[in-house]
T-cell receptor, first 113, second 112 residues
Framework: GESVGLHLPTLSVQEGDNSIINCAYS??????FIWYKQESGKGPQFIID?????DKRQGQRVTVLLNKTVKHLSLQIAATQPGDSAVYFC????????????FGAGTQVVVTP | DTGVSQDPRHKITKRGQNVTFRCDPI?????LYWYRQTLGQGPEFLTY????????KSRLLSDRFSAERPKGSFSTLEIQRTEQGDSAMYLC??????????FGPGTRLLVL
């Protein structure tokens, strides 16, 4: 079936470098996308979102890019810090009702000193 | 802390026993969602409530699972006759119309 997935299961990044986490989605009807961060033993934490009528959105140290042509979503983290070490999930809103989310499998980001 | 609480945080039970989890959403939020997350995977949608009405249930929610939100505030998720395959993290999320869905810390269930 249609699904959201991630290209890389693990990303090792040196502290201070920029991180890029990628996500492919296949549901062309999805109109809203979210990135979540999940630390060990905790629930997912909202990072940033983007609607399908946008191709870029910036937050504090994070940028989300949406390419609807190739159904690709990415999260860029600037100046990665040790506290950024976590699993990152992309999620898409499944069309007909706000909040019913479909998540990808996640990317583990490991920040090294 | 997102303002969403779940209880208990951890539950170990024997196969065949019933378990019940509770979620307290952000007080003014009218939508409440339940997800299940297994190790290394993203959360999977189970069901959601708009106030006290359960509006949708996933095919993942077998007849051993039941969820309630009797007064439109807290919600409970009950699993009857637990199986080892039910071992997972059960997440609750609260939504109040701002697009952002706030997750609780989850209840980790281990069925022996």
């Amino acid at each position: 079936g249609e699904s959201v997935g991630l290209h890389l299961p693990t990303l090792s990044v040196q502290e201070g470098d920029n991180s890029i986490i990628n996500c492919a989605y296949s549901n062309s009807a999805s109109d809203y996308f979210i990135w979540y961060k999940q630390e060990s033993g905790k629930g997912p934490q909202f990072i940033i979102d983007i609607r399908s009528n946008m191709d870029k959105r910036q937050g504090q140290r994070v940028t989300v890019l949406l390419n609807k042509t190739v159904k690709h979503l990415s999260l860029q983290i600037a100046a990665t810090q040790p506290g950024d070490s976590a699993v990152y999930f992309c999620a898409e809103n499944l069309g007909d009702s706000w909040g019913k989310l479909q998540f990808g499998a996640g990317t583990q980001v490991v920040v090294t000193p | 802390d997102t303002g969403v609480s779940q209880d208990p945080r951890h539950k170990i039970t024997k196969r065949g026993q019933n378990v019940t989890f509770r979620c307290d959403p952000i007080s003014e939020h009218n939508r409440l969602y339940w997800y299940r997350q297994t190790l290394g995977q993203g959360p999977e949608f189970l069901t959601y409530f708009q106030n006290e009405a359960q509006l949708e249930k996933s095919r993942l929610l077998s007849d051993r699972f039941s969820a309630e939100r009797p007064k439109g505030s807290f919600s409970t998720l009950e699993i009857q006759r637990t199986e080892q395959g039910d071992s997972a993290m059960y997440l609750c999320a609260s939504y109040g119309g701002s697009k952002t869905q706030y997750f609780g810390p989850g209840t980790r269930l281990l069925v022996l």
